[in-house]
């Protein structure tokens, strides 16, 4: 039976996995965006769960994103927190790093920040 800690290797391996592919999809394009030279929809679908990670690797060490692996990912970060509708529906790190702590607690606060 995995405990815990299993769990949260398997998971934290899957994401990096993914990171990867996206990685190499950034690379492959040598443009800014996944889309291309400007923001298009599949760059807007994989925000959201990208600067998630960020909170979960302050909460989980071996999950951090880091330029020596990812130097692409980091720039698309970069570029993305450039865009005006990513800036106004972005929450920080901090206020996710809450909302995973209301989870882990078994009272996920739904309405944090609102």
Not at 46 to 61: G, N, S
Not at 65 to 83: F, H, Q, S
Request: glycine share 8%; charged share 30%; hydrophobic share 40%.
């Amino acid at each position: 039976m995995k405990g815990r800690d299993d769990e949260r290797t398997e998971n934290v391996k899957g994401f990096l996995d993914a990171f990867d592919r996206i990685e190499k999809g950034i690379a492959e394009r040598g443009t800014p965006f996944l889309g291309g030279s400007s923001v298009q929809m599949v760059d807007f679908m994989i925000c959201p769960y990208v600067v998630r990670f960020e909170a979960v690797a302050q909460l989980v060490k071996e999950a951090r994103v880091t330029a020596d692996r990812y130097p692409k990912l980091i720039k698309w970060i970069e570029n993305m927190g450039k865009v005006p509708a990513v800036q106004k529906c972005r929450w920080d790190t901090p206020a996710h790093v809450q909302f995973i702590e209301t989870t882990k607690a078994g009272e996920p606060d739904y309405d944090y920040g609102l």
